[in-house]
């Protein structure tokens, strides 16, 4: 079966033992993952990965940084790769942690096949769905940032329920003005209803003035 | 005169004036830039009688008094010796030739005879010079008038009544009064004296007097005396026969021989055989007479001065006697002087007994100290001893965690990657297309880790072989007490009763100590883990030890469920266990412990309950 050029998702895999990264990524293949390995951390920094849904097996046992500092690292430099950890004896206080810090699943070697092909499924989906949100807030941004000055000082009266007249007087301008930065706003932003605005605004965290 | 030149000009300038002023009191002594100087007559000759005792008193205290500022002349007249009056004469004459150009400041005159001496011949040679005396029975001074006035001094009142009453204290039975005098004249006024004394006991007393009789018949008449007998003994210078005589030594063969007790008024009798009397001591007639003499030195008119009684007078008792003659010290007078009592080893060795107490008492203090110490040392110790203990245990129970923890790690990896390989295998194969190229290297991988795990097994064992060099005489029963009291708090907090039975001489193997103690320590955890369960029995932990030929046998057995036949077969292999919480490691690392020793270890059912395991080791290092 040939790996697909351009896939659809990725299973990155690190794990400094040679054998098991080889027999992780058999495994995954044969039920149709894309598998990136890497003997350390380093490495996988390095690399250049492809901007698809993704997840990371990670060993909790690596030489030099450890998973779990790994995985606060991460974290830290705003990667947001789902991980699932393997260990070879897990405790109870370090899986706590890891799960904490957001991550999938908490695995022992030897792995029960379907508990790691769930936890990447998991793993996938998660990251599927973030990317998905997070374009969504991308192109809000963009419509929000193609607002006028007066368009974005209005915005938020109008998400707040404020009416025409009120807003006119809390910013000095005739309601007629308000009305046609109304909109303006509304049609630039591509809103539904006030409803659909209000949802808009505070999916891109903007304030929203009460009177 | 050297020690003069250095007297200060106001001392000086003192002591002219005092001269003068004696000097112009009419006495001989001239106002002479000279010290004073005393002439001192002695009665006899220089044996230490009283008249010697009391004239080195006086001579001692005027020396300390006019800080050595004072000139002594002595003079033995031998009076008793020679008694005819010219004897006297010419004394008096060779006197006067002698202080011709050595003027006399005062005499100081010891006792009767002497006094009488220079009553008669003063004035021969030493004229107007004063005299002080001391000594003088009362008696004599009765029986002479015409005493001229610048001669004054001590009369000694002889006061037998005293003594008397003394002796009746002492001996209340009494009813003979025997006294005993000399021939010489003053024994003569002794005898005289106490005959007027004794008047009134004549009722009371058949009163007998041994007067002026021949040496030997008094010691024969005091030997025959009944013991209700007072002997009082007086002056006896010479014996009825003419014999001079040292009175206190004849009084002393007197009191030695005689079958009642004597007594004396008389102070160089006390201490050799009278049981005592009351009595002045001629030390303190010395002191009264230098005083006076002072006085009179100092320019006090002697002529102003009335002989008087001397003071210094009390009963005195001998111990030793009141012992010989079974008296009580409770009759005697309560201000009586007590001397010779046997000093006790107090008195007698009291800086000797301080010191050793001082001695004892440091040693004692010191000794505390030390145990002071033992006890803390020997507490830090046993600290210690609990400390290194524990942190044995600790390093013990750590090494064989990180140890297991270590090669599960080892192992746990070629197995995850055997697991993981056949799976995929398998879905390679399940495919609807089967990729058998993928399914071969993955099955081909599954191999390879098998081998991978069985390696580390290996090295494990080879972990233990590589130690062989650090090998010593380990001595198997201290081990079993070292892992017993390691285990100390796990056998209580089980209620564990340990049973040891342990070889004598103990049996010795070569081996790794530490890893010898990891196997013992193992064996008897797991026979204590084996026990946990145990509620409707003793829990019981054996150990024994034995020595048979050139094996040493540890058996170590518990009271456990014992180990199911199935099991017994498997229990020695790495990662079996049929503990819940186990790695199976720990019997597999004891076998190989025990191989890496050339020994042997087994296991067997124990009855009726438990189970039991055998190690055995060999004695002698193997080849």
New interface residues.
């Given amino acids: 079966?040939k790996v697909p050029a351009d896939p659809q998702n990725v299973v990155f895999v690190i794990d400094d033992?040679a054998?098991?990264r080889?027999?992780?990524s058999?495994?995954l293949?044969?039920?149709g993952l894309h598998v990136e390995l890497f003997d350390s951390a380093a490495q996988f920094l390095k690399s250049k990965r492809p901007d698809v849904p993704s997840c990371l097996v990670l060993d909790v046992?690596l030489p030099g940084l450890s998973g779990l500092d790994f995985q606060t690292e991460l974290i830290k430099n705003d990667v947001h790769v789902p991980i699932i950890f393997?260990t070879?004896?897990g405790d109870i206080p370090m899986s706590v942690r890891a799960m904490k810090a957001g991550a999938i699943e908490f695995l022992t070697?030897?792995?029960r096949?379907q508990d790691l092909l769930d936890a990447v499924q998991a793993g996938l989906d998660r990251d599927r769905a973030r990317r998905e949100s997070d374009k969504t807030v991308t192109e809000l941004r963009s419509r929000y940032d193609s607002l006028t000055a007066r368009e974005q000082e209005v915005i938020g009266y109008v998400a707040s329920g404020l009416m025409n007249k009120q807003i006119a007087g809390e910013i000095g301008i005739s309601e007629i003005t308000v009305k046609v930065h109304r909109g303006n706003l509304m049609r630039k932003m591509g809103a539904k209803s006030l409803a659909d605005l209000v949802r808009m605004v505070d999916t891109l965290g903007i304030h929203r003035p009460q009177l | 005169m050297p020690g003069y030149a250095r007297i200060s000009r106001s001392a000086q300038l003192c002591f002219v004036t005092a001269l003068w002023m004696i000097g112009t009191s009419g006495n001989a002594v001239q106002a002479q830039d000279r010290v004073p100087r005393v002439l001192l007559l002695y009665p006899y000759d220089n044996t230490p009688v009283a008249s010697t005792i009391s004239g080195e008193t006086a001579r001692k205290r005027l020396t300390e008094r006019l800080n050595g500022k004072v000139q002594f002349n002595v003079d033995f007249l031998d009076l008793l010796r020679f008694q005819e009056e010219t004897h006297r004469q010419q004394t008096a004459r060779y006197l006067a030739e002698k202080y011709a150009n050595t003027p006399i400041d005062i005499i100081i005159s010891l006792n009767t005879e002497t006094y009488r001496f220079l009553q008669s011949y003063r004035d021969l040679f030493a004229p107007k010079v004063p005299v002080v005396f001391c000594c003088v029975m009362r008696s004599f001074i009765d029986a002479t008038p015409g005493r001229p006035g610048d001669i004054t001094g001590f009369i000694t009142d002889y006061d037998i009544t005293k003594t008397i009453e003394l002796a009746e204290r002492l001996q209340p039975k009494a009813r003979n009064l025997v006294f005993i005098t000399g021939a010489s004249p003053i024994d003569q006024m002794w005898h005289q004296m106490y005959r007027r004394q004794s008047a009134p006991f004549q009722s009371r007393f058949n009163v007998s007097f041994l007067n002026g009789l021949a040496y030997n018949e008094v010691l024969r008449r005091v030997s025959q005396l009944s013991p209700d007998s007072i002997v009082v003994l007086g002056a006896i210078f010479v014996d009825g026969e003419g014999r001079q005589l040292v009175a206190y030594e004849f009084g002393a063969e007197i009191a030695k021989v005689s079958t009642a007790p004597t007594y004396a008024p008389i102070d160089t009798f006390l201490g050799r055989g009278i049981v005592g009397g009351h009595m002045g001591t001629f030390e303190d007639a010395g002191i009264e007479v230098a005083d006076l003499a002072l006085d009179v030195l100092k320019g006090t008119d002697p002529r102003s001065i009335e002989p008087h009684s001397s003071q210094a007078q009390r009963f005195r008792v001998d111990a030793k006697q009141l012992a010989r003659w079974g008296m009580s010290e409770a009759a005697l007078p309560p201000d009586t002087l007590i001397s010779f009592k046997d000093p006790t080893l107090w008195e007698q060795h009291r800086n000797s007994v301080i010191a050793a107490l001082a001695i004892m008492v440091i040693e004692m203090a010191l000794i505390a100290a030390l145990l002071l110490q033992i006890v803390r040392r020997r507490r830090l110790e046993q600290d210690m001893q609990v400390a290194q203990s524990e942190l044995a245990r600790v390093t013990r129970v750590t090494t064989m965690g990180e140890m297991t923890?270590s090669i599960?790690?080892e192992v746990?990896?070629?197995?995850?990657?055997?697991?993981?390989?056949g799976?995929?295998?398998l879905?390679?194969l399940a495919?609807a297309?089967p990729?058998l190229e993928?399914a071969r290297?993955?099955f081909t991988?599954v191999v390879?880790?098998g081998h991978?795990a069985g390696e580390v097994i290996s090295t494990v064992r080879g972990m233990f072989k590589k130690n062989a060099q650090t090998r010593r005489p380990v001595d198997i029963n201290q081990l079993v007490r070292e892992v017993l009291a390691l285990l100390n708090s796990q056998i209580a907090n089980n209620d564990i009763v340990v049973r040891s039975s342990l070889a004598e001489p103990a049996p010795v193997v070569p081996g790794d100590p530490v890893q010898l103690q990891q196997l013992t320590l193992n064996l008897i955890t797991n026979a204590i883990e084996a026990m946990a369960g145990v509620t409707d029995r003793d829990r019981v932990l054996r150990i024994s030890t034995q020595a048979q030929g050139s094996e040493a046998l540890l058996d170590i057995s518990d009271s456990g469920y014992g180990i199911e036949p199935q099991h017994m077969e498997r229990i020695f292999e790495a990662f079996y266990t049929t503990k819940t919480h186990g790695m199976g490691m720990g019997l597999s690392i004891c076998r190989s412990i025990v191989l890496a020793h050339g020994g042997r270890l087994s296991a067997s059912r124990g009855t009726p309950h438990g189970s039991i395991f055998h190690v055995v080791l060999a004695t002698q290092e193997q080849a």
């Fill in positions: 079966m033992d054998s098991l080889e027999s992780l058999s495994l293949r044969s039920i046992r393997i070879g004896h070697k030897p792995l096949e | 923890a599960a790690h746990n990896q070629p197995l995850a990657a055997i697991v993981a390989s799976n995929a295998g879905r390679w495919n297309t990729n993928e290297s993955a991988r390879r880790d991978r």
